[in-house]
């Protein structure tokens, strides 16, 4: 993942690290999200009900790499509004209207594009910006995190979802067959009989 953020915009990188923590929906849930939704001193970012697919709210428990990636776009909110331009987004883009003008902050667009020619250039062509939600959800599951808890976190509603987002890798058969060797070569394994 550092490497694709590091061959996108800045502005672009931070949401996607923000949909990779969290398993929200870019387009829907991330990149309309304002800064009403960000609660600093209770450690949270909510969803309201109605903003998302399925129409539930939601909340997402600051981890740590989150709370240093809101900090950070706040600093930048911050001095945005001390150079006298208000934007209740927590993610935005500086254009400007005519080539040369003055840059103002704008929602952030479709970003197929770049994305693409991040993952490209990063040496994992093909990928999608969905595939943030699944690697989130497997992310989840790996912890330990229950799946009921997992659920309400990227908003599935049926374990059946959840489950077809969280798909097993190679690392995760290689995890499993080091683990099969490990209890195969204790010695209560096999050992016991024979003489």
């Known amino acids: 993942m550092a490497s694709v953020l590091a061959h996108l915009p800045e502005d672009l990188a931070a949401v996607v690290e923000f949909g ?8 829907a849930e991330v990149v309309p999200m304002e800064w009403s939704r960000v609660d600093f001193h209770a450690g949270d970012v ?15 428990p600051m981890t740590a790499p989150l709370r240093h ?4 776009q706040h600093v ?11 934007c209740p987004l927590v993610f935005w883009r500086m254009v400007a209207e005519t080539r040369g003008g003055e840059k103002k902050p704008k929602p952030i667009g479709s970003f197929k594009r770049a994305w ?8 994992v062509p093909g990928k999608k ?11 989840l599951d790996r912890a330990g995190v229950s ?14 979802i959840y489950n077809r987002y969280n798909i097993t890798s190679d690392s995760d058969r290689r995890d499993a067959a080091r683990k099969l060797d490990v209890a195969v070569a204790a ?7 024979r003489r």
């Open 20 to 27: 990779f923590i969290t398993g929200w929906r870019i387009a």
């Open 46 to 60: 909510r969803l309201d009900v109605g903003t998302t697919k399925n129409g539930d709210a939601r909340m997402f």
């Open 69 to 72: 990636l809101l900090e950070a």
């Open 76 to 86: 930048k909110h911050e001095a945005l509004k001390k150079a006298g331009q208000i």
């Open 116 to 123: 693409h020619l991040a993952c490209r250039a990063a040496g």
């Open 129 to 139: 910006l969905h595939d943030l939600r699944r690697t989130a959800i497997r992310n």
């Open 147 to 160: 799946r009921t808890v997992g659920m309400e976190l990227v908003g599935h509603r049926t374990e059946e």
């Open 187 to 193: 010695p209560a394994f096999g050992q016991q009989g």
